[in-house]
Nanobody
Framework: QVQLVESGGGLVQAGGSLRLSCAASGRTFSRYAMGWFRQAPGKEREFVVAISRSGDNTYYADSMKGRITISRDNAKNMVYLQMNSLKPEDTAVYYC???????????????????WGQGTQVTVSS
């Protein structure tokens, strides 16, 4: 069992930055690939970025590529999402997810992750 708690969301002006954090419970954190997803009002949850178990490999969706960086600290059971040059269309609830899958296609699927956090709201004003 893994419990995930996101933090770091908030209101920011366009062009600004935010750093989201995801704290994971349990001693099996390093067994999971970790991902960030987002869901805007009236839209389906979409994949943003994922990181491998060791942290050596990452996989980005095109939507925010070049503006974000994912990282993890297995010693602290933490995953981070650094977001820069934010745009109003980035406004959404951002979710952290843990996946036991072994392919990026499945790790990036909103329907194929094992555990989810409760989400943190990110609002970007124009």
């Amino acid at each position: 069992q893994v419990q995930l708690v996101e933090s770091g969301g908030g209101l920011v002006q366009a062009g600004g930055s935010l750093r989201l954090s995801c704290a994971a419970s349990g001693r099996t954190f390093s067994r999971y690939a970790m991902g960030w997803f987002r869901q805007a009002p009236g839209k389906e949850r979409e994949f943003v970025v994922a990181i491998s178990r060791s942290g050596d490999n990452t996989y980005y969706a095109d939507s925010m590529k070049g503006r974000i960086t994912i990282s993890r600290d297995n010693a602290k059971n933490m995953v981070y999402l650094q977001m820069n040059s934010l745009k109003p269309e980035d406004t959404a609830v951002y979710y952290c997810a843990a996946s036991s899958r072994t392919t990026w296609a499945r790790i990036a699927s909103p329907h194929d992750n094992d555990y989810w956090g409760q989400g943190t709201q990110v609002t970007v004003s124009s």
